[in-house]
């Protein structure tokens, strides 16, 4: 089926404005990963859904920063009064599980964050 | 401090030669690695991984060594071709988490 989508592809926000991010992961996938890329940086990871269990929110950077994901499906992102340090390519992944053998993650086409 | 470490930046090789992509990690638990690879404005996407009960792992043009003594771990590309030129990431998990720990990557350039 169709691989991980996220919307929007771009955003454009000014300081201090909240912006909501979306991610469908792929059908059937129970875990779900929020990473971020700041330029020139690697994939920073921000926090992982596994199906019903609460979610491992240690890579969130500040109270800023909250996401949400209902059941196995969609997930939001969602950035409180960004500031221009936001400014990056947030990436989410998927994969069938996360148990304890690691299995591939996938990821979607990210979306570009601007806040000037 | 970072635990899965990239340290060429950039490399650039001639078609139809080896690519040695190199990852070193600091972090002794981590027990699977992964190379993704990413093309300008996509997500990266799964190349090749290891687990560390094994020293190498191939799969055509693309084999991963992981040396667990020395922390490290590469990635050869042979022969290369135009269109492997990326960034390419390595990553690593110790299993107790779900998600992975990356580093900075390697833009790789094949000359043709």
């Known amino acids: 089926g169709a691989g991980v989508s996220q919307s929007p592809s771009n955003k454009v926000t000014e300081k201090g404005k909240d912006v909501e991010l979306r991610c469908d992961p792929i059908?059937?996938?129970?875990?779900l990963y929020w990473y971020r890329q700041r330029l020139g940086q690697g994939l920073e990871f921000l926090i992982y859904?596994?199906?019903?269990?609460?979610?491992?929110k240690s890579g969130l950077p500040s109270d800023r920063f909250s996401a949400e994901r209902t059941g196995e499906s969609v997930s939001t992102l969602t950035i409180q009064r960004t500031q221009q340090e936001d400014s990056a390519v947030y990436l989410c992944?998927?994969?069938?599980?996360?148990?304890?053998?690691?299995?591939?993650?996938?990821f979607g086409p990210g979306t570009r964050l601007l806040v000037l | 401090d970072q635990q899965v470490k990239q340290n060429s930046p950039s490399l650039s090789v001639q078609e139809g030669r080896i690519s040695i992509l190199n990852c070193d990690y600091t972090?002794?638990?981590?027990?699977?690695f992964l190379w993704y690879k990413k093309y300008p404005a996509e997500g990266p996407t799964f190349l090749i991984s290891?687990?560390?009960?094994?020293d190498k792992n191939e799969d055509g043009r693309f084999t991963v060594f992981l040396n667990k003594s020395a922390k490290h771990l590469s990635l050869h590309i042979v022969p290369s071709q135009p269109g492997d030129s990326a960034v390419y990431f390595c990553?690593?998990?110790?299993?107790?988490?779900?998600?992975?720990?990356f580093g900075k990557g390697t833009k790789l350039s094949v000359k043709p």
């Open positions: 992944a998927s994969s069938l599980d996360s148990g304890p053998y690691q299995e591939t993650q996938y």
């Open positions: 059908s059937g996938h129970t875990a």
């Open positions: 859904f596994q199906g019903n269990s609460a979610p491992d």
């Open positions: 972090n002794s638990m981590f027990d699977y």
């Open positions: 290891i687990s560390s009960i094994k």
């Open positions: 990553a690593a998990s110790d299993g107790s988490q779900g998600n992975l720990i």
